[in-house]
C-alpha cells in the first residue's frame, strides 16, 4: 500500500476557454501543475496542434490527450433552448443547430441501434426523451419528451439501453496521429471497458508513452481488475459515472477503486466537482475540501481540475486551493492537528 504521507500527489489541470492564455499558462507552470490536459471531447482535430503549440509557447509542462471515447452527445444548441414535457423532438444524425423542435446526437451509428421506447437523457439536469419512431435509414428519430429541461451545446448523452460504440473515434485517432507526431506522450482513454480497450490505445502511440484508462461506466467498474493491470494509471470521472449509478454509490466505487488500484501499485486519480463552485466564485465551499481530503485519504495519487480550469472564473486561484489542501494533508495527521489545536498553533 502507497504511504499516504510520503508520495508526491499531482495535479492534472484541464486546459479551455479561461485557461488557455499565455498568462495564465505560465502561472499554472509557476505552481508546479504536473500535466495539462487536452480534452478531445471539446478540441476538434484542427485545433489540437494549436493548442498544443500555444501551451509550448508558454510552458514545458506535459501534456495529455483525452479521448472523446465511446460516448454519445448531443450537437450544437441554440442559446436559451428548453424542452418542455409533452412536446415532440426530432433527432438528427445531421449536424442541425438544435433548438426545441431538432437537434442533433452523434455519433450518427446511435440512430442503427435506436428502437422505439428507448430513452435518451441529455446531461445531469437536462431533458429526458423516449424514442417514438425511427427512420428506415437511420438518418433521424422522432422523440417525445418526457421530462423537460435546459439543453446546451455539446452536453453528455445517455441512452437505455446502451448503444454499441467503439472505444476510439475517428476524430480520436486524428488527434492522437498529431500527438504522436509533435512528441505527446500522454494520452488518456475515455470510457476505457475492458483491457481490450486499452490494448487499442496503446496500439496507436509510441512504445514508452503512458496511458491512462479512466473508469467512468458500468463496464469500467465491472471490468476494473483487468483495466488497471492493462494501464499505467487510471482515472476515476465521477461525473460521467454518475450517469451510469446512482449518484449516492459513487463514493463507495471510488474507494474501492482506489483501494484496488494501490494493491497493484497502479497511479489513480480523480476527477469531477472537486471544486464545482469555483466555476462560478472565487471560493470554495467546506463540503469541497472536505471531500477533497477525504479522496486524499483514500490514497489517490493525483487529482485533476475540470470545469474549475477550463471554464471557471479563476483557473489559478483553483489550483492554489487545491495546493492548499494538498499542503496540508501532507503536513498533518489527525493527531498532530487536534494537538496544534490545543496548543493553539491553529490560525
Request: aromatic share 4%; hydrophobic share 45%; glycine share 6%.
Amino acid at each position: 500500500m502507497t504511504n499516504l504521507f510520503t508520495m508526491k500527489i499531482k495535479i492534472l489541470c484541464t486546459l479551455g476557454p479561461a485557461s488557455l492564455r499565455g498568462d495564465v499558462i505560465r502561472a499554472l507552470e509557476e505552481r508546479g501543475v504536473d500535466l495539462f490536459r487536452i480534452n478531445l471531447s471539446h478540441t476538434p482535430p484542427e485545433a489540437v496542434e494549436p493548442t498544443i503549440a500555444l501551451i509550448r509557447r508558454y510552458s514545458n509542462t506535459p501534456i495529455c490527450l483525452d479521448s472523446q471515447g465511446a460516448q454519445v452527445r448531443c450537437g450544437k444548441m441554440a442559446e436559451g433552448v428548453t424542452l418542455t414535457a409533452g412536446t415532440q423532438i426530432k433527432l438528427c444524425a445531421e449536424d442541425v443547430v438544435g433548438t426545441a423542435e431538432q437537434m442533433t446526437l452523434w455519433p450518427a451509428s446511435v440512430f442503427a441501434s435506436m428502437r422505439p421506447g428507448d430513452l435518451v437523457h441529455v446531461d445531469f439536469d437536462g431533458a429526458l426523451m423516449q424514442i417514438m419512431d425511427v427512420a428506415s435509414d437511420h438518418s433521424h428519430a422522432q422523440a417525445v419528451v418526457l421530462d423537460g429541461g435546459r439543453v446546451k451545446s455539446n452536453r453528455a448523452v445517455v441512452m437505455d439501453p446502451p448503444p454499441s460504440l467503439g472505444p476510439i473515434t475517428d476524430k480520436d485517432v486524428t488527434a492522437i496521429e498529431i500527438g504522436v507526431r509533435l512528441g505527446i506522450r500522454h494520452y488518456a482513454l475515455s470510457f476505457a471497458s475492458c483491457a481490450a480497450d486499452v490494448e487499442l490505445m496503446r496500439a496507436l502511440i509510441p512504445e514508452g508513452s503512458t496511458i491512462i484508462s479512466k473508469i467512468e461506466s458500468r463496464a469500467g467498474v465491472r471490468n476494473r481488475d483487468e483495466i488497471i493491470d492493462a494501464s499505467d494509471a487510471v482515472l476515476i470521472d465521477r461525473g460521467d459515472l454518475s450517469r451510469e449509478v446512482p449518484v449516492e454509490y459513487v463514493p463507495y466505487y471510488q474507494k474501492a477503486i482506489v483501494r484496488q488500484a494501490n494493491r497493484w501499485n497502479t497511479p489513480v486519480y480523480v476527477a469531477t466537482n472537486l471544486l464545482e463552485s469555483m466555476v462560478t466564485q472565487r471560493k470554495a465551499t467546506i463540503a469541497e475540501m472536505n471531500d477533497i481530503a477525504n479522496t486524499l485519504l483514500d490514497g489517490v495519487h493525483g487529482l485533476v481540475l475540470a470545469a474549475e480550469t477550463a471554464m471557471g472564473v479563476d483557473p489559478v486561484g483553483a489550483v492554489d486551493a487545491v495546493y492548499r489542501c494538498i499542503k496540508s494533508f501532507e503536513h498533518t495527521s489527525m493527531g498532530s492537528i487536534l494537538e496544534e489545536d490545543r496548543l493553539g498553533r491553529l490560525a
